[in-house]
């Protein structure tokens, strides 16, 4: 009883969310001259919306173990994506990078993927598989298997660094170490490794010095907002118009033409402007709320299960996405292009929010089938 | 199963995820409150300085009409030729075609491009004729790197008439010299403002009425200039510029009653539609800027006084002493040798002795507070900028010289309007009355300047002095050619050496010779003088040879057109010289 409450509540909340989404993405659309964009951006995000939830509610309804028997699978799909699109002539490249696969109309991110990918793997690599005899649980337990589970993450963010994406990367490799963290990866693999990645990550910033010029460029916006980049600085003017009580849905300003992404990247300083902080705030609340109760919901499950872990990493995934979308926003992380979960106008980021959700939802369930012993699902 | 599955179930890193996603929350929440709370007024002013612009709406500069309701000055509207220098991507062949089509030079354009190729805006040229406008619009240059933009353009559909007293606008609408500089402010009217709304690409969404701030356009004005009183004056004066080559002349026609200057002008001028050419000489109105010693026309001036203050009597008699006469160091001369004059045929004759010894009964003190009475060595109001006020000495510098210099109107200098406002004295009975430009009556708002009325001398005396000597001056004296068939014209003459600073004496060949005359005797209505400053060919100069048959020409045409129109127009006609 209190379980399904529970499930009911979160998913209400993701609800509450995608409504909130279709209204800012249908204000934020709206252009200067009368057209018809923000028609067709509504139509364009119901249809993704559409196919998102069906997706989610598919990853939801599917148990849990065929999400522990796909994960390797859809890992290694995600690799071969990663692969392909930065192959000259199949993928897309956007201000110079590749990163879009398109099919038709549809274009995605294959970095998208690897946002639920990634933690399934890490997550089946070092979860015991239930039922297993002893000496396999012993296995999972060896120093040296457990250290090479960096490899497929190393192998992931790689990739992406060669698209190059290194916010996404970076975002990735967060993801995945609270993924290591939850799955009782021990703290001085995470100290070995912090140590042999600090030199690389100081040769990136060496090699490419733009990198190094945003950062120093995000360092000064904060001591004078006039030399803020322009997005940054609009997006902010935009949070700070709206103020406490906002101007009124649909009656932003800032969105017509100064606000740069406003119904992507930026439709939170529009939600901002027109909800003011009250709108802000809730919306702070709803994925707080979110969070916590995916978090009880999962509770359920066995701690270091490998439905506990995926499941909880894939919410804090969602979340911090949300969270480091507002950082960027209020120029509290440097400008990184990153999609409000659930609220951005955006295809292939919105079906793998959905996704992520709907398996964190599979998680949660309690698997009568394991619990009954009737056997692992086929192929595992 | 594991015993975990039985402990409390957030454990510790659980816990610590749980901790760091809420802290991050939290920060963000701070964030917000700090931006949307504490500094929502910092950044909804910076917002809405980017989406507002605000534009200037310009006042339309008002009319000036003569007093008959004649347009003097009006604005129409011209296209004015801007580029965008950091949008033109080939300025030397922009500066080439533009030039051409505006008729200006191309490698100062060209210059002027390229040292503004950061800013947004340059003027070309502004208010350009309809065929320049339209040349510039065949270039058919891209669309982005120029524009024109309507301005108000100032015209004076009557050409150079009454140019000095009108003045003009500058290219900023200000306006310079004349009735446009004295009335500027209600000319002028306040320009608006307008705040528009725009996107960040500069396109104006909307406009908010609720912030602007109307427009104000200039007011009207009336003048009590009669444009065909002028226009006559200004072909006696042409005619007068021909006929003697002086260095300059200048007319100013007065109602003596009212102290409405009827017309004023002045030669050599410049036209207020074309205000670059020209040497810069013709911009004096020399009707107010223009100083001399009013030499003979001062005489009646000290008589009336005199007559008003019992110090003299109508039938006195004095001797001329035929023509020469010693005062204390120095020897005066009359033109021709006199005998005994009454004092009436002291002014007609115009005798210097004779005035000097009026001089002498009044002393220095009277003539100073007499002088002081006239009006002299002030201003005298008239609502133009750049009058001049004359000089008339303080009372401790002047010495036993002054008692004959000053009654022949030596020693002091004015201009042409304080002469002819002192003269409005006795034509009026006896009143100064402030000479005004402005009609006042016609306007809803309050005369701008004041005129001030004042009693100078008696009716009696100052009637006398006009209907006598005056009078007679034109009759049998040096006046004569100032006498009209249709009217009984009253008028002295005036001829001032000129001082020659290089010699540090008055010169004998240097003349300023004037005409002050009035009609009719005895109800005057008009006043006429006539300067002419320095006649260099012809002879002799006199003030009544050189100047005395412009003023009365004028006089006449004056008074036949405020009599009946349609005689003066048909009369008009046949008056004017060819020029």
């Known amino acids: 009883m209190q379980h399904s409450l529970l499930r009911n509540s979160f998913l209400s909340l993701i609800g509450v969310l995608l409504g909130m989404g279709l209204l800012m993405v249908y204000s934020a659309s709206i252009t200067a001259r009368p057209t018809e964009f923000e028609q067709v951006y509504l139509s364009r995000h119901l249809t993704f919306l559409s196919g998102g939830v069906c997706v989610g509610l598919t990853a939801a309804f ?68 239930r039922n297993a005899p002893d000496e396999i649980r012993s296995r999972f337990r060896s120093w040296l298997t457990r250290f090479a589970v960096i490899v497929p993450i190393g192998l992931t963010l790689g990739l992406i660094v060669v698209e190059p994406d290194l916010g996404t990367a970076a975002f990735l490799g967060g993801i995945a170490g609270i993924a290591l963290f939850l799955s009782r990866w021990p703290i ?18 060496v090699l490419r010095p733009y990198q190094w010029q945003r950062i120093q460029g995000f360092l000064t916006a904060w001591r004078d907002i006039d ?35 406003a119904n992507t990247d930026f439709v939170f300083a529009v939600l901002g402007e027109e909800l003011g902080l009250i709108g802000t705030l809730g919306l702070i609340a709803l994925w707080t709320a979110l969070f916590l109760l995916g978090l009880r919901l999962l509770a359920v499950q066995p701690v270091r299960s490998f439905e506990f872990t995926a499941g909880a990493t894939l919410l804090t995934q969602v979340v911090l996405q949300a969270a480091l979308n507002v950082a ?23 079906v793998v929010t959905l996704a992520a959700l709907g398996i964190v939802v599979s998680m949660s369930r309690r698997d009568t089938a394991a619990l009954t012993e009737i056997g692992p699902p086929a192929g595992d | 199963m594991s015993d975990d599955s039985h402990k409390p179930v957030l454990l510790r890193r659980e816990r610590l995820v749980a901790a760091g996603v809420v802290l991050i929350w939290t920060i963000l929440a701070a964030r917000l409150v700090q931006i949307q709370g504490l500094q929502r007024k910092e ?6 300085r980017q989406q507002t612009i605000e534009q200037t709406i310009p006042a339309r500069p008002g009319d000036i009409f003569d007093r008959s309701g004649r347009l003097l000055a009006t604005t129409t509207r011209a296209e004015s030729l801007f580029v965008d220098p950091s949008r033109i991507d080939d300025p030397w062949g922009v500066s080439l075609s533009l030039s051409e089509a505006v008729h200006i030079d191309s490698d100062r354009l060209y210059e002027r491009i390229g040292a503004s190729r950061n800013s947004r805006f340059l003027w070309v040229k502004r208010r350009l004729s309809r065929d320049e406008a ?61 705040r528009l709304v725009r996107d960040a690409r500069g396109f104006v969404l909307d406009e908010l009425d609720q912030v602007a701030q109307p427009v104000e356009h200039g007011q009207d004005i009336h003048l009590t200039l009669d444009a065909v009183v002028q226009t006559h004056v200004e072909h006696q004066l042409d005619r007068l510029m021909e006929e003697w080559k002086p260095v300059a002349v200048s007319a100013v026609v007065l109602d003596p009653n009212s102290g409405e200057i009827v017309a004023m002008a002045s030669r050599p001028t410049f036209d207020q539609n074309d205000p670059g050419a020209g040497d810069g000489e013709g911009w004096v109105n020399r009707a ?22 019992e110090l003299l009597l109508r039938d006195e008699p004095f001797d001329c002493e035929q023509g020469e006469y010693r005062m204390g160091g120095r020897l005066l001369h009359d033109h021709h040798p006199y005998g005994v004059l009454s004092t009436a045929d002291v002014l007609v004759k115009s005798s210097n002795i004779g005035m000097a010894k009026i001089g002498e009964r009044l002393g220095n003190e009277r003539l100073h507070t007499a002088a002081t009475a006239f009006g002299f060595g002030r201003k005298t109001g008239v609502e133009l900028p750049g ?84 009078v007679q001056v034109v009759e049998r004296g040096t006046g004569r050619k100032a006498a009209l068939e249709d009217f009984q014209v009253f008028g002295k003459s005036g001829t001032a050496q000129k001082f020659d600073a290089a010699t540090g004496q008055y010169s004998h060949t240097r003349h300023v010779c004037s005409f002050v005359c009035g009609a009719p005797a005895d109800d005057p209505r008009l006043l006429v003088l006539v300067t002419v400053d320095e006649p260099t060919v012809g002879g002799p100069h006199f003030g009544g040879t050189v100047a005395a048959p412009a003023a009365a020409q004028i006089l006449r045409r004056a008074l036949l057109y405020r009599e009946n129109r349609t005689r003066f127009a048909e009369d008009f006609d046949d008056a004017v010289p060819a020029r």
Not at chain 1, 332 to 350: D, N
Not at chain 2, 288 to 309: H, Y
Not at chain 2, 411 to 430: D, F, I, M, R, Y
Request: with cysteine.
């Open chain 1, 328 to 350: 960027v926003v209020t120029a509290m992380v440097p400008p990184k292009g990153i999609a409000h979960p659930l609220i951005s106008y955006g295809g292939s980021s919105l």
């Open chain 2, 134 to 194: 339209d040349a510039v619009r065949r270039l058919d240059l891209p669309r982005h790197c120029w524009g024109l933009r309507r301005e108000y353009l100032r015209q004076y559909p009557q050409g150079t008439l009454a140019s000095h007293v009108l003045g003009l606008r500058d290219i900023d609408g200000i306006g310079r010299g004349g009735v446009e500089q004295a009335f500027d402010a209600l000319l002028r009217g306040r320009d608006g403002t307008r």
């Open chain 1, 188 to 205: 001085r693999n995470f100290v070995i490794s912090t140590l042999a990645v600090a030199p690389l990550a100081t040769t990136a910033l």
């Open chain 1, 62 to 129: 599917l148990p849990s173990r065929f999400w522990r028997w796909a994960a390797p699978w859809l890992f290694g799909l995600t690799l071969i994506l990663l692969a392909i699109v930065l192959v000259p002539g199949i993928g897309h490249r956007v201000n110079g990078a590749q990163r879009w696969l398109r099919f038709g109309s549809i274009s995605m991110q294959p970095s998208e993927i690897a946002k639920v990918t990634l933690p399934l793997l890490v997550c089946w690599w070092l979860t015991p598989r």
């Open chain 2, 43 to 48: 950044f909804a002013h910076r917002a809405r």
């Open chain 2, 387 to 470: 009058e001049l006020s004359g000089t008339l000495r303080p009372l401790p510098l002047w010495t036993d010289y002054s008692l004959g210099s000053i009654p022949m109107g030596q020693e002091l200098s004015a201009t042409p309007l304080q002469v002819v406002t002192a003269h409005a004295v006795l034509a009026n009975g006896g009143r100064m009355i402030t000479p005004h430009l402005f009609a006042s009556g016609r306007h809803p708002a309050p005369s701008p300047r004041n005129v001030v009325t004042s009693r100078v001398i008696g009716e009696e005396a100052a009637n006398w002095v006009v209907r006598v000597p005056l």
């Open chain 2, 288 to 309: 107010i800027a223009a100083v001399s010693e009013p030499g003979s026309t001062f005489k009646p001036l000290i008589v009336a006084w005199a007559l008003d203050r």
């Open chain 1, 227 to 261: 030399l803020a980049p322009y997005q940054v600085r609009q997006s902010l003017t935009t949070l700070g118009v709206g103020g406490i009580h906002g101007v009124g849905l649909g009656s932003g300003w800032q969105k017509l033409s100064f606000l740069p992404e």
